[in-house]
């Protein structure tokens, strides 16, 4: 089973470092990601979820190579291709996987303008490698499904505290 973790910061920037390391745990094994979302709120108060996968070009993709499949059988590729291009980038638009976007935004409302927040869906983790990578951000732990001694631990990691 998958556990949320969401970690606030005081600026727009460390959420996006903090994902990028993560994604290089993700490389060496030592963390799998089901989602991870960057959701900042800017100085005007709008907020904006930054997606790790634009869902919108992946269903364009797919589309067009189905769209230009069934073209060939009815002699016009290209025509099938745009259409199936389309239809696949409509799909992306309004697919949600992983974590729910009108969660994200409903928690990121309550922000402060000018900051950030991590939003990570784990399936699976080496904890004490991952928080040991961690160490050197600071962040507030915003909301967890973890449980109360790991939540503890990452709390201590991210917020400096003692940990028990």
């Given at each position: 089973?998958?556990?949320?973790?969401?970690i606030?910061?005081?600026?727009?920037n460390?959420?996006?470092e903090?994902?990028?390391d993560?994604?290089?745990?993700?490389?060496e094994?030592?963390?799998?990601?089901?989602?991870?979302?960057?959701?900042?709120?800017?100085?005007?108060?709008?907020?904006?979820?930054?997606?790790?996968?634009n869902?919108t070009?992946?269903g364009?993709?797919g589309?067009?190579?189905?769209?230009?499949?069934?073209?060939?059988?009815f002699?016009?590729?290209?025509?099938?291709?745009?259409?199936g291009a389309?239809?696949?980038a409509?799909?992306?638009?309004?697919?949600?996987?992983?974590?729910?976007d009108?969660f994200?935004?409903?928690?990121?409302?309550?922000?402060?303008?000018?900051?950030s927040?991590l939003?990570?869906?784990?399936?699976?983790?080496?904890?004490?490698?991952?928080l040991?990578a961690?160490?050197?951000?600071?962040?507030?732990?915003?909301?967890?499904?973890?449980?109360?001694?790991?939540e503890?631990?990452?709390?201590?990691v991210?917020e400096?505290?003692?940990g028990?």
């Open positions: 089973m998958s556990e949320l973790v969401v606030g910061f005081e600026d727009e460390m959420a996006f903090m994902r990028a993560l994604a290089k745990l993700q490389k094994y030592l963390i799998e990601m089901e989602d991870v979302v960057v959701v900042t709120k800017d100085d005007g108060g709008k907020v904006k979820l930054h997606q790790a996968t869902l070009a992946a364009a993709v589309g067009s190579f189905w769209g230009m499949l069934i073209g060939m059988i002699l016009n590729p290209l025509i099938g291709a745009a259409a389309g239809a696949g409509l799909s992306g638009k309004f697919t949600d996987i992983g974590i729910n009108k994200m935004k409903e928690l990121s409302a309550t922000f402060m303008p000018g900051t927040a939003f990570v869906l784990v399936k699976k983790s080496t904890p004490d490698k991952v040991d961690l160490k050197n951000y600071k962040g507030k732990v915003l909301k967890t499904s973890l449980t109360v001694d790991k503890d631990a990452l709390r201590a991210l400096g505290e003692d028990g």
